[in-house]
T-cell receptor, first 115, second 114 residues
Framework: DAGVTQSPTHLIKTRGQQVTLRCSPI?????VSWYQQVLGQGPQFIFQ???????GRGNFPDRFSARQFPNYSSELNVNALLLGDSALYLC??????????????FGSGTQLSVL | GESVGLHLPTLSVQEGDNSIINCAYS??????FIWYKQESGKGPQFIID?????DKRQGQRVTVLLNKTVKHLSLQIAATQPGDSAVYFC?????????????FGKGTKLSVIP
């Protein structure tokens, strides 16, 4: 079975641009989460979606938005990019009903560089 | 790919020795914990999990210990191999929060000396 897949793997943007990252969860998983990992740190929670509804949002500005589609895939959008948005963006999926306490599986991430 | 281990605490062990990686967690209400392994250029890989009603859980070559009194987790890797070289993160969550949010620890870089 395929794991969590993310695209693209690498992306280079300039300040002020907008970016869309894509994620397909493991088959059968209905919950998708997004995390940001800055170099040298652990991942930080951005969003969680379950059954197309936002279940949780981390401490990120409104420039960050996401959505989940009927097939449970998800997109993360970041507007007005800043240099500090350069990071590895990770998508994770689980069978959880949104309340947690289940294994969370991560994709390989999208490495975003903002110049 | 870029290294995720930049500026992280490092543990160096000889191949074949046992490794112990420690983690202090922050929320006394957390009731589910996961250890992840992250290799350079890859996403975190699930290793083992434990719920707060347990104090020990064993997997293949790995054991996780949980001490809720002092909010401490440890990951023990038996007979450490070169392929175990990576950054290891502990993560915690509280299932009563209404959403599934993992809070990650700082991470420890494990280097295995052949």
């Amino acid at each position: 079975d395929a794991g969590v897949t993310q695209s693209p793997t690498h992306l280079i943007k300039t300040r002020g641009q907008q970016v869309t990252l894509r994620c397909s969860p493991i088959s059968g998983h209905k919950s998708v989460s997004w995390y940001q990992q800055v170099l040298g740190q652990g991942p930080q929670f951005i969003f969680q979606y379950y059954e197309k509804e936002e279940r949780g949002r981390g401490n990120f500005p409104d420039r960050f938005s996401a959505r989940q589609f009927p097939n449970y895939s998800s997109e993360l959008n970041v507007n007005a990019l800043l240099l500090g948005d350069s990071a590895l963006y990770l998508c994770a999926s689980s069978t959880a009903d949104g309340r947690g306490g289940e294994k969370l599986f991560f994709g390989s991430g999208t490495q975003l560089s903002v110049l | 790919g870029e290294s995720v281990g930049l500026h992280l605490p490092t543990l160096s062990v000889q191949e074949g020795d046992n490794s112990i990686i420690n983690c202090a967690y922050s929320n006394s209400a957390s009731d589910y914990f996961i250890w992840y392994k992250q290799e350079s250029g890859k996403g975190p890989q699930f290793i083992i999990d434990i719920r707060s009603n347990m104090d020990k859980r064993q997997g293949q070559r790995v054991t996780v210990l949980l001490n809720k009194t002092v909010k401490h987790l440890s990951l023990q890797i038996a007979a450490t191999q070169p392929g175990d070289s990576a950054v290891y993160f502990c993560a915690e969550t509280y299932s009563g929060a209404g959403s599934y949010q993992l809070t990650f620890g700082k991470g420890t870089k494990l280097s295995v000396i052949p």
